[in-house]
């Protein structure tokens, strides 16, 4: 009888352990921050409207002038510096761009603008928190390349009026 009562106990230790060893086996990895999030878990990211007018440099409105949304090319995004600190990113990095060292930036969003100058664009969501806003052609036109940081994501951004530069040239 006394060998009985051991093999019971003896095999609910085993059962206890192999369940035990079973969890932490099969446990859901753990993400670098602790917090794990299945992918419908996460918050889905929205896509945003960049609105502005453009203007001349004369302060009437551009009318019918193409609008371009870029982001930086992911390859070299961080690239120059610590931070990103202005620098020039290094040569074989500007290699990688689709289109070599002119390929810096990704157009994700392109429109024209109404006759009063307005534009309204939606962009879908970016990585990183800065865009440019390339409006006109500075060889042929009044035109500008404004950076902007995003200062709340999914939030649509206005800017306003955007007073554009003369073209670049003669004539």
Known sequence: MRTLKFSSTLL???AAAGALA???LFAPPASADGVFLS???QPQRKPFNVTG???LPDGQPAV???VEIKVPNKVLQNAGGDQGGGQAPPPDLLSQA???PGDMQKTVAK????DSGRFTLKVQPINGNVFYVTIGDKLKSPWIDKPHQIKEEGKDVDLGNIQL????GRG
Not at 111 to 114: E, F, N, Q, R, Y
Not at 165 to 168: A, G, I, L, M, Q
Request: glycine share 20%.
């Open 12 to 14: 609910a230790s085993l």
């Open 22 to 24: 079973g969890g932490i």
């Open 39 to 41: 992918a419908q878990d």
């Open 53 to 55: 007018v453009a203007l």
């Open 64 to 66: 019918k002038f193409p």
């Open 98 to 100: 689709k289109g070599g």
């Open 111 to 114: 429109g024209v603008t109404d």
């Open 165 to 168: 530069s003369p073209k670049v």
